[in-house]
């Protein structure tokens, strides 16, 4: 497992150190089933800690972009 997906910014997951857009619409896009995430993206995306991606996850990165 990659030491920066389990130490890193909850939502990155491209691993760059930084929320984007391109975390943004890979989220929404494993939801909707046209993006498969590894296992390390997965556990990145998964703000809340709860073992899944779920609509929260998804809406806490797009409020953090939004500055919300």
């Known amino acids: 497992e990659n030491a ?10 491209d691993g760059d150190g930084k929320l984007s857009v391109y975390d943004y619409l890979n989220i929404k ?3 909707t089933g046209g993006v ?6 997965i556990k990145a995306a998964d703000s809340d800690g709860n073992g899944k991606i779920t609509v929260a996850d998804y809406l806490s ?3 953090i ?4």
């Open 61 to 63: 990165v797009k409020n």
């Open 29 to 31: 896009a494993h939801l």
């Open 4 to 13: 920066f997906w389990s130490e890193g910014l909850k939502g990155d997951i």
């Open 36 to 41: 498969s995430l590894t296992k390390e993206q």
């Open 65 to 68: 972009l939004l500055g919300r």
